[in-house]
């Protein structure tokens, strides 16, 4: 009998390539590499780098604080990709470095809806009267 391995999720190694280009991008948005105007006085987060199983493409989620702006920070981002993979390369120490594309990261907006419903006044009933028991 064999069975068939299924992988569930990324591999160790995609992760940990994720996050050395993850910590590498931070420091490089935190020190202002790139000169954009869409970028002036930005401070943009890198929450999840997604690499593709091949390690040659990072799907980069940034958020720039407080959501403002987000569509056209990406858009920047997006026209100095390969500045940035330029300069994201020697920091993480590969044969080849991966192509980043940027997008917004809407983890935050979906957490904040997710947790306005389940304050939502139907829910609160919902949940009162299972603990009641009357939901027979």
Known sequence: MSREHKPTGPSQRMLRVGE???HALAAMF???EVEDDALRGAVITVPEVRMTPDLKLAN???MPLGGE???EV?????RHRKFIRGQVAPQINMKYAPDVRFFIDDTFEEASRIDAL???DKVRQDIERGE???DQ
Do not use: E
Request: overall charge positive; hydrophobic content about 50%.
């Open 20 to 22: 050395l280009v993850r």
């Open 30 to 32: 935190a020190r202002g």
């Open 60 to 62: 980069v989620y940034i």
């Open 69 to 71: 702006r987000a569509g």
């Open 74 to 78: 990406v858009a920047a981002l997006n």
């Open 118 to 120: 389940l304050r939502s």
């Open 132 to 134: 009641d028991g009357d």
